[in-house]
């Protein structure tokens, strides 16, 4: 194949300008007007390479919506029948340390958001940064700084890494514009992070120059999550991501990112959930926790009932770390329990604290549809450098279905997953197709005694379609 040669270009020619394709036509419309160059990645074509980086990243990019699961399986796809190669071709470039796939990514995200920018509908939205963590759980205890994390979800430990990501929505389109991976330590220190020194030992282990894009995430690997979120926010603004307030969770709600978010010379604020806890805030009562100050405006009788709602609301001015706040309290049933959520914007009543709030939750769907989807976390890889190339991978893809379902109205992404899905089985039936063809053909010619080379190649030459699929297949011998 020649190396100028664009995969997507080639992938468009299959396909009809029709409705059965209308979603693939999507997909390969919007990966093309990503104007990706080779310089993007950073990395040298290998002389004995077949593909060039920047053809190898474009198919790696279509490989779910191809029903490709992973590099093993591709020479059995119909994908392998347009652009001849071996699995380790795209192993080899997913383990190379220098690629900067953090750039990649923000490049993709960030040309997606300026053109969902332009819509009117997305003028006049809240845009939001969501910061959430996920577990990207594993079976084998091989795989490079693999160890055991804390499921909050299954209230127990497992083996695996802790997924952080930065995700921007405006309410109704999520971009993911950043993740980082890190493990946990654990409270036994004869057993870090939860394994035994044999087990360690075990793991996967690679020297690598100082200064390559891998070592920084390996950095990261073990760093604060706080920390590291504030740093993703940091450079979200450094690359010119502009929002109206940050939601987090109540693991993230902390006077560092507080005081982060406030410093800014952007008009941004932060709301995020707090917890029921020991932490105090300075409020008309005194130096008080959460439950105290929900125990006071009982008795103040300031607790009010929402039927829109079906909750039992309050909110009180405070201060904490030196920074004015709002906190708004909520509960649903009379046995209900209390929750707490703070905002740095203290003009918002309840209801507009709670409706910005709940499109936090935006970013769990990221999670879910990712990981059914797309399998997010689910590289079997060894090399520390796969599965950031994976999970960056798996991100991009996510961001164009994002993107198409906005612009095309469809109802959800797995609607238009499985949508794409349909379309592209036309290469996966193709050597089916021909087989078909070539038992028709004979037929006809034995019934009139007619030359079956002959009669393909009329059919190929007035079919555009059947001349592709000729091309694609096998040729076979008629006997």
């Not at 390559?212 to 990261?220: D, G, L, M, Y």
């Not at 560092?256 to 917890?275: E, P, T, V, Y």
């Not at 105290?292 to 009788?301: C, G, S, T, W």
């Not at 290469?427 to 079956?452: H, K, N, P």
Request: positive net charge.
């Amino acid at each position: 194949m020649n190396k100028n040669t664009h995969i997507i270009s080639e992938l468009n020619t299959f396909f009809h300008k029709n409705d059965c394709n209308k979603a693939i036509n999507c997909i390969m419309t919007t990966i093309r007007h990503f104007n990706l160059r080779s310089s993007c990645i950073g990395v040298e074509k290998r002389h004995n390479c077949k593909l060039s980086c920047l053809q190898v990243l474009e198919l790696l990019l279509v490989f779910p919506f191809f029903m490709v699961k992973n590099s093993f399986q591709y020479h059995h796809s119909g994908l392998s029948k347009f652009f001849s190669c071996q699995k380790d071709m795209f192993y080899r470039f997913m383990e190379q340390d220098n690629i900067d796939w953090r750039k990649l990514v923000y490049l993709v995200s960030i040309r997606l958001l300026n053109r969902i920018s332009s819509r009117k509908d997305s003028k006049e939205s809240l845009q939001c940064l969501i910061i959430d963590d996920t577990d990207l759980p594993k079976t084998g205890f091989k795989t490079e700084m693999i160890g055991r994390i804390y499921s909050h979800v299954l209230h127990k430990s497992v083996l695996g890494f802790k997924g952080l990501f930065l995700c921007h929505t405006d309410g109704k389109t999520q971009t993911l514009l950043d993740f980082s991976l890190h493990g946990e330590e654990g409270k036994n220190p004869e057993k870090k992070q939860g394994l035994t020194d044999k087990q360690r030992k075990a793991r996967f282990s690679k020297k690598r120059d100082g200064d390559s894009a891998v070592n920084t995430r390996i950095k990261e690997y073990r760093q604060n999550k706080i920390d590291r979120s504030i740093e993703m926010v940091r450079e979200s603004i450094r690359r010119g991501i502009r929002f109206d307030y940050l939601l987090v969770d109540s693991w993230f709600t902390c006077a560092d990112l507080l005081n982060f978010i406030c410093s800014r010379h952007l008009k941004c604020h932060l709301i995020g959930m707090i917890k029921m806890g020991k932490t105090r805030y300075k409020t008309r009562f005194g130096n008080l926790n959460a439950s105290a100050i929900i125990d006071r405006l009982k008795k103040e009788k300031s607790v009010r009932y929402s039927r829109k709602l079906n909750c039992h609301y309050a909110y009180i001015d405070a201060e904490y770390a030196n920074r004015k706040i709002r906190i708004f309290f909520c509960k649903r049933g009379r046995k209900g329990t209390w929750n707490a959520f703070l905002s740095t914007n203290t003009g918002l009543n309840f209801f507009e604290a709670y409706r910005i709030y709940s499109m936090r939750w935006a970013i769990e769907v990221c999670f879910s549809e990712m990981k059914g989807l797309l399998k997010l976390g689910k590289c079997q890889c060894l090399n520390f450098s796969s599965q950031i190339a994976s999970i960056s991978l798996t991100v991009m893809q996510y961001n164009i279905l994002s993107f198409i379902k906005r612009f095309e109205a469809y109802e959800t992404i797995g609607g238009l997953f499985n949508q794409t899905i349909n379309g592209t089985m036309e290469l996966s039936v193709t050597e089916r197709i021909w087989d078909l063809i070539l038992q028709i053909v004979s037929a006809i010619a034995d019934l009139f005694s007619a030359d079956e080379e002959e009669i393909i190649r009329m059919i190929a030459n007035d079919n555009q379609k059947i001349a592709i699929i000729k091309k694609l297949c096998p040729e076979k011998k008629t006997e």
